[in-house]
């Protein structure tokens, strides 16, 4: 649905008119079009009438992805009271991707923000700020409210695996159980607290009994069961045991406080853990491994940069990129896509390389197009462009959506010899770049054999098999470790 705004109420005998011009609402005179507006904004009239505000428009908030449903509220770059003109940005907003300016496109001035910076999870369509025509307008909206702009959109039902975080009942007596109410708490204590008048047992003949509150608390707490001596019927180890242990003399006292902390969940990061799930569950992959010799790759890498007078500065990841796209233009059914509502498998005549970045808020993969199209020179500077960006949460929405085919490299770090990575969907290909390892390869000569030392990478692609067979796959990674072991084909 795109952001589309509602108009508040015009003054006399002004109208409401629902329009989609760049996602904002506008005013419309009286007209014989009155007549036919639809039943359902008649509701908007009856609100608006009841109210006296000058005319306005209510920002709502917008749909900065496809994907987005939803967006946190960051910075407001303006205040009540402040003229905006088009392009102006009005806020920053965080949505499922990225942190990204709003900009509006109108002229006016902001009446009055509805929604405070630092607030989270606002659905798409639901109000953010007012906007007027004049400054003089302002004054009467500093008591306008969300329900003065129409309400917010009800929140979506939670998922049934949240919702319903047990099918057992509280007082089963299960460790998996949920935790009882107050009232039944006190009750199982009360219950706890009277003597059963069973019959004594030999204490090596007895287990410690506890209830499944006090163990849960225990293990929230780092208490040790075995050091508790229970008061509750029997022995057993109740809540108030677990509450009062103190350790003894010269042991390490456990933290008063939970042993772990709770991060919340982004929108970026719910967006990664969705799309991979989605990923596993519908994409059957298979791997396909091989290490690829790159001591020929890494002297041009050097001797190109020695000559480059500052100009560039390659990486070895920069003549992988070029690789896939010659890889990709040779076996092109990797360049793919399954399109399951269309019911066709898309066969894309660019290669348009998506790059993993690691960024603090979460993977990112913006995309380098055309890759079987431009020189290592370009293909270099766009990767540090848009590697700072994304690490910054500047990338605008088309420059990371999309794609065809997918690198992640984690071959900074020594101690990753190999890997395999989830693909990207609705890609059918990623490939997994290793370090580089120094190997030992036997040499015959005349003389015997001797030892030469190569410097190798094990690469690892993984590929959807409703797109790709086996076979196909292998002969992707055949091309991709031709090109990589001769370099000098990248320059053609």
Not at 20 to 38: C, K, T
Not at 94 to 105: G, R
Not at 122 to 149: C, H, K, Q, R, W
Request: contains cysteine.
């Amino acid at each position: 649905m795109p952001a589309a705004t509602v108009l508040a109420r015009a003054t006399g005998q002004s109208i409401l008119r629902l329009a989609a011009r760049g996602g904002y609402g506008v005013l419309v005179s009286p007209s014989q079009e009155a007549r036919r507006i639809a039943p359902a904004l008649s509701a908007f009239l009856r609100y608006y009438a009841s109210k006296s505000y000058p005319p306005h428009t209510v920002v709502t908030m917008p749909a900065l992805s496809p994907t987005m449903t939803a967006g946190n509220i960051g910075t407001w770059q303006k205040k009540a009271g402040d003229t905006i003109s088009p392009g102006d940005v009005l806020v920053e907003i965080e949505t499922d991707k990225a942190q990204m300016d709003f900009e509006f496109q109108e002229e006016g001035v902001l009446a009055k923000i509805l929604k405070d910076s630092g607030e989270k999870d606002i659905a798409v369509g639901n109000p953010i700020a007012i906007m007027v025509e004049e400054g003089a307008d302002v004054a009467p909206f500093e008591s306008f409210t969300l329900e003065d702009a129409g309400g917010e959109k009800a929140p979506a039902p939670p998922p049934k695996e949240e919702a319903s975080e047990s099918s057992e009942p509280a007082d089963s007596g299960s460790s998996t159980a949920p935790p009882a109410s107050s009232k039944s708490s006190s009750k199982v204590e009360e219950t706890e607290s009277e003597s059963s008048g069973g019959r004594l047992q030999p204490s090596l003949d007895r287990q410690q009994s506890i209830s499944p509150l006090a163990k849960a608390l225990a293990l929230e707490r780092g208490v040790p069961i075995k050091d508790i001596k229970g008061t509750g019927p029997n022995g057993r180890i109740t809540k108030s045991d677990i509450e009062k242990y103190q350790p003894p003399a010269g042991a390490p006292a456990s933290s008063a406080g939970p042993s772990y902390v709770d991060i919340p969940q982004s929108s970026m990061r719910k967006t990664i853990a969705n799309r991979l799930v989605q990923s596993m569950n519908q994409n059957p992959h298979y791997f396909v491994s091989s290490s690829i010799s790159v001591s020929k790759l890494l002297k041009l890498r050097q001797a190109l940069n020695a000559s480059s007078d500052g100009r560039y500065k390659l990486s070895v990841n920069d003549f992988f990129i070029k690789a896939c796209g010659v890889a990709c233009r040779k076996v092109p059914a990797v360049n793919s896509s399954w399109r399951e509502q269309e019911g066709v498998i898309r066969e894309y005549k660019s290669v348009d390389i998506s790059v993993a970045v690691a960024t603090p808020n979460g993977l990112m993969t913006p995309i380098v197009r055309g890759v079987e199209g431009l020189g290592l020179e370009s293909i270099s500077a766009q990767v540090k462009d848009l590697g700072k960006r994304a690490r910054e949460s500047k990338l605008k929405p088309e420059e990371y959506q999309g794609g065809s085919f997918t690198i992640s490299n984690m071959g900074m770090n020594p101690a990753v010899e190999r890997f395999t990575a989830v693909i990207n969907p609705p890609q059918a290909g990623i490939l997994a770049v290793g370090t580089v390892k120094k190997v030992a390869i036997p040499v015959e000569t005349d003389s015997g054999t001797s030892v030469e030392w190569d410097e190798q990478i094990v690469v690892t692609g993984s590929f959807d098999h409703k797109v790709v067979d086996g076979a196909v796959g292998g002969e992707w990674i055949k091309e991709f470790k031709k090109v990589v072991e001769n370099p000098l084909e990248l320059l053609l």
